[in-house]
C-alpha cells in the first residue's frame, strides 16, 4: 500500500509540475512513402533530454520553454537538426529522409546506445532490410527462422512449427500481427511462416522483462508489424522463387493522408505436383499448397486522429486422393485475423490507441473410405477490444496505462462420422467459452542519471462460462459415467492474479550498464499437442475448472556494453524462469479419446524450470555486419503423473546454441550473407525394451527425453545481386549529366542452404528387420535427416 | 481408425516433402532399461487361466528366438481366486505336453508342434478353476522374492442381434462379414472380435480386434469385419485378401472385457500401428498388474455365434 501510495504521489508531482512547462510532440515519419517510423530519439543535446517515438510514430517530450536545437536521431534514417522555438507547445511533425539502405552509412546510432542506456531486456528488433539479406530457405525470407538465430531462441526442428524461447513451449509466444493474436504462425508444418516478408515492416520480440502492456502468455511476445502502405505514390513489389510467388500493391487513399497495402503470396507446389502425377494415378488429385493475404488501410482524420484497419488470411490445403483405395483426403487449415485501430491524441502529452481485434484458427480433416464418412474439426476464435494510453508529463517519466478485453471461443474437437445411412454418435461439438480481460499500469522513470526503472503491474483475470457439459468419467463398474450442464453465461470458474513487473538500468562508466528484471505472468490459453512435435492437428484449450492458469516467473540480470563509439555492442544475461500448471496429454492419450469426453479429462499437469546465460556481440555498423549469440541453458519438466514424477528434460532443453550471421555489403550492388548455427541435438524418449504379449513384440519406453540426437548445426550462404540503383540524365536546366534514382528496382537473391550438406537428425526410429523365428530379426536405431544442400534463387523487383 | 488415418497422413505428407530425406543406421545411449517380469494372463467363460511369465529385453540385445525363449519364466507361484476359491496354477511346458494337447499348445503359442514340442516354453494353467460370468479374478504372482497382483472380471456377454454376408463392390462372391450389434445403454462397454472359420482350431483376431462405445453407446447399428486369415495364407489370391468368399462358414467369438483391460489392447494396437512414427507420444503400453510387471490379466465373455455366408 505504502509503495502505491508514493507511486500516486509521485505521479500527482509531475501531473503538477507539468504546468509550468511546454511539450514538443508530433508524428515522425519517412519522407519517401510516409511510413510511421518508430524509436526515433528527440534529443535535446543542451538539456540532456529526450524521448523516443512510438509504434505509431508518435513523441513527446515536455521541457522548460525556450529555443532548442532538437535533434531526430534514427538508425536507419540517419540524423535531423532542427532549431525550434518552444516558447508555447508545439506539434511539430518531420519527415526523415531518405532512407539509408545500408546501416553502413550511419555514424551516430541512438538505437545502438539503446542497449546500454533502456531499460530493456532480452528485446531485439530486427529490421526487414536485415531479416531480406539473411540466406533463406528455398529462398522464403522468413521471420520466424531470423529470430531463431538470435540467443535464447530456438527453433522446434528443422520442419517443426512455432519456436521455443528461454525454456517455454511454443504456446507461450506470444505471436501478435498489428495486435491481432496469431494463433499458428506456421505454414506447411512450419517449414514457413505465415509472414508475408514484403507485407511486414518490423519485428520485435521480447524475450524477458516482458513489460505490463503485454500479457498472456509465459515467455515472450513476439511483435510483428505491417507495413502501413505508400503514401506518396503507388508502389508495385514482388517476387518470384523456387516454390512460391508474391506480389505486393501499395500507394495513397490520398496524398499523406492515408494509404492502403495489400499483398498476397502463394505457393505451387500443387502444380508441380499435378504435373509429376499423370490423370490416370490413383493418387491424381492429391495436392499441397498455402495462400495468404495481407491488407491494411490507414487514414488520418484530423491531427489528432489516425484509424488503421488490418487483415491477414492464410491457408494451408493439403488434398489426399487414393482412388484405387476409394479413400480420399482434406485437410484446411489456417488463421483469419483483423484489427481496427483508432489512434487519438487527448493532447500533446497524452496518446491513446484502441484496438478492436478479431483471430480466428481453425483445423479441418475431412476423409471419405467408400461409405464411410469422417470429419474433425477444431479451433480458436477470439474476439476484443483493447486500450492503451501513453503519458509523457516529462522527460523523465514515461507512464503507460491500459486494458484488455477477450471473448474465446475454443472448439477443442469436433468430430462427426458416418457409415452409410449410420451416424456414429461422436458427443455435441464441444465449445468452451470465456472471457479474459486485464489491466495494467507502468512507468518508465528515471530516478537519477545512473538509475532508471521500469515499474509496472497488471492484473488479469479470467472466466469459463456456460454453455458446457462437464463429463464425469465413472469406472464402469461401481460408479457410471455422468455430466453436469452449464447454461449459457453461467460461471463455471473464475481466476484472477496480479502480476507484478519491474526492470531496472543502472549507468556504468565506459559505455556500459547493469541490467534486471522480474516478470510475473499468468496463461489461460493452452496448446496441447499428442504428438512429440508440434502439428495444426495440436489443439488450443483454455483454462477450465480443471485445467488451472499456467503462471510463472522469470529474473533476469543482465551486463550491456558498446565499444568503440557504439559500433559494437554486446550484452550477457543470466535468467531463471519457473512455471507451474504446464499442460500436457496423460500418457497414451489419443486423438479421439476427447469425443464424449472433456479434453481436460485426458490431461496431466506439472511444473517447468528453465535457466540459462546468453551471450550476444553485435556489428552493426559498417560493410561487415552481424552478430554471435551463444547460448547455454537447461529446462526441466516435472509432471506426476509422467516419468513416474521424475524431473526430465523438456523435449527442446538444448545446452548449448551458438550462432553466427554475418553481412558483406561489397558495393552498392553485391551484398553476401552467411549464418551458422550449432545446437545441442534435441532430447526424444526410445523404447529401451522390448517384450513379447501374445506373439506381438511390444516394446517399453526409458526415461522420457533420456535420449539425445547429434547435434544440429549448419552453414547457410546468400548473395544479393541489385540492379543499378541510378540512371544517368541529362539535367534540362545545367546541361550536366546527374544520376538520378531509378524507380524501377530489382534483384536476386541466391542462396545455398545446409552448405556442407551435413545430414541433421529430423527424427529417430527403432526399426526392425528379419524374421524372428529364423533368428535374423534386429532391432536398430535409425536417423532421418531431411534436407541437404539445397541452394536456391528468387527475384525481386518493385516499381 | 480415423484419427491413425490423420496422423499418418500428415506423416505421409511430411516424408512426401522431404524427399531427399535419408535415412541411416545410428548407434545412440537409450538409457532407463529396467529387467521387468512379463504377465501374460488371460481367463475366460469356462475356460482354466493361462498365465505366460517372460522377461523384457534390453533394445539392443539380441532380438531373436533363442532371447524369447531365455527370458521364459519357471518355477513361479502363481495363484488365482475367484473371491470364494483359490487355485495355484501348474506349470506345464511345451516338451513336456499330455498327450492330446501338443495342437492347442501350438496354437497358443503361435509356433508348429514340431518345433514347439523340441521347445521349452512353459504356461501356468488352472486345472482347478474356470471362468464363470459375474465374478472377479484376481492374481498374484510369486517369483525371485518379488509379488504382483492383478484383478479382472468376467462381465455379462453382449450379444449380437445378428450375423449376416453381403458382396462387396463389383464382387458376387467375396464380400466381408457383417453384424447387428445392440449395445448396452451403459457406457464403457468393451469388446474383442475374434473369428475363425469352420474347422480351425483357433481363433484369429482382426486388423483391430478391440474397440468400445465411444462412438455408439446405446446404439443399433450394423459394421463389417474383414477375414483376418486370408492373410496368413500364402496360397490367397492378394485381390480376395481380407474378403469371405461365398459359402464359408464363419464363427464369430464376441467377447467382452474391462475398461482397463481395453485400455491395454487399445493402447498396445496403437503402439503395434504407430511403430517407428516419429510423431506419436512414446506411448508404454499400460498395464493393470500391480508390483511393477509389464502385461495384462484379462477376463474375457465370449458370445458365439456362426455365419454362413450366402
Known sequence: M?????????????????????????????????????????????LKVGAMSNSYGFYSLTVAPGKYTVEFRSMAYGSEVKEIDLSKSQVFSIELGSKVNNVNEVVVNVKKTENVTSTKMGQIELQMDQIKTLPAFMGEVDVIKAIQLLPGVSSVSEGGQGFYVRGGGPDQNLVLLDEGVVYNAAHLFGFFSVFNADAVKSVNLIKGGMPANFGGRMSSVLEVNMNEGNMKRLKVTGGIGAISSRLTLEGPIKKDKGSFIVSARRTYIDILLKAAISDTSPFAGSSYFFYDFNAKLNYKLSAKDRIFLSGYYGKDVF??????????????????????????????????????????????FGSQQDEFRFELASGIRDVGAKVDFSYFPNP????????????????????????????????????????????????????NDQLRLNVGLRYSAFAHVGPFTRYIKGDGISTQDTTIQYQKGDLIKFYHGLEPRVSMRWLLPDNSSIKAGYAYNYQYVHLTSLSAVSLPTDIWFPTTDIAKPEKGWQGSVGYFRNFFNDKFESSIEVYYKEMKNLIEFKEGALPGDNVNDNTDNILVFGEGRAYGIEFFFKKSVGRFTGWVGYTWAKTERRFPD???????????????????????????RWTFSASFIYATGNTLTLPSSWYVQEQNLLFNYGARNSTRMAPYHRLDLSATLYSKAYKT????????????????????????????????PFFLYVDNDGDFLQGNFKLTVKQVSLFPIIPSATWNFEF | MEFRILTKLIISSLLLLAVTSCTKEVQIDIPGYKDQLVIDGSIETGQPAIVLLSKSNNVYSATNFQAYLDGFVSGATVIISNGTETDTLTEICSDNLPPGTEEIAAAFFGLPVDVLINLHLCAYISFGMIGEVGKTYTLRVITNGSEYTAATNIYNPTPLDSLYWKPEGSYTDRGFSWVKLSDPSQSGDSYAWQVKLAGMTNFSRTFNPFFNDKFFNGQTFDFAYENPMSFDDPNADPAYRGYYKLGDTVIVKFSKIGRKEYNFFEKKYNQMYSGGNPFATPTNVPTNINGGALGIWVGYSPWFDTLVCQ
Not at chain 1, 5 to 31: H, W
Not at chain 1, 329 to 356: C, E, Q, V, Y
Open chain 1, 2 to 46: 505504502k509503495i502505491i501510495l508514493s507511486f500516486l504521489l509521485t505521479i500527482t508531482c509531475f501531473f503538477a509540475a507539468a504546468q509550468t512547462k511546454v511539450t514538443l510532440s508530433g508524428y515522425i515519419t519517412d519522407a519517401i512513402d510516409g511510413e510511421a517510423l518508430k524509436d526515433v530519439k528527440v534529443f535535446i543535446p543542451s
Open chain 1, 319 to 364: 488434398n489426399f486422393s487414393d482412388t484405387k483405395g476409394g479413400f480420399g483426403a482434406n485437410m484446411p487449415w489456417g488463421n483469419g485475423i483483423a484489427a481496427l485501430r483508432w489512434n487519438h491524441l487527448f493532447s500533446d502529452k497524452l496518446f491513446m490507441n484502441l484496438t478492436t481485434t478479431f483471430s480466428d484458427y481453425m483445423f479441418k
Open chain 1, 396 to 447: 523523465i517519466h514515461r507512464i503507460k496505462w491500459g486494458a484488455d478485453y477477450k471473448y474465446h471461443t475454443f472448439t477443442p474437437t469436433s468430430v462427426t462420422a458416418q457409415n452409410d445411412t449410420t451416424v456414429f454418435d461422436t458427443g455435441a461439438a464441444q465449445k468452451l467459452y470465456s472471457h479474459e480481460a486485464a489491466a495494467y499500469i507502468l512507468d518508465e522513470f528515471d530516478l
Open chain 1, 642 to 668: 509422467i516419468n513416474e514424477g521424475n524431473i526430465y528434460p523438456a523435449k527442446y532443453d538444448r545446452r548449448h546454441d551458438l550462432s553466427l550471421v554475418g553481412t558483406y555489403k561489397l558495393n552498392d
Open chain 1, 729 to 760: 540524365k541529362i539535367d534540362p536546366t545545367t546541361g550536366k549529366e546527374i544520376e538520378v534514382k531509378k524507380r524501377y528496382r530489382s534483384n536476386w537473391s541466391f542462396s545455398i542452404y545446409n552448405v556442407y550438406n551435413r545430414m541433421n
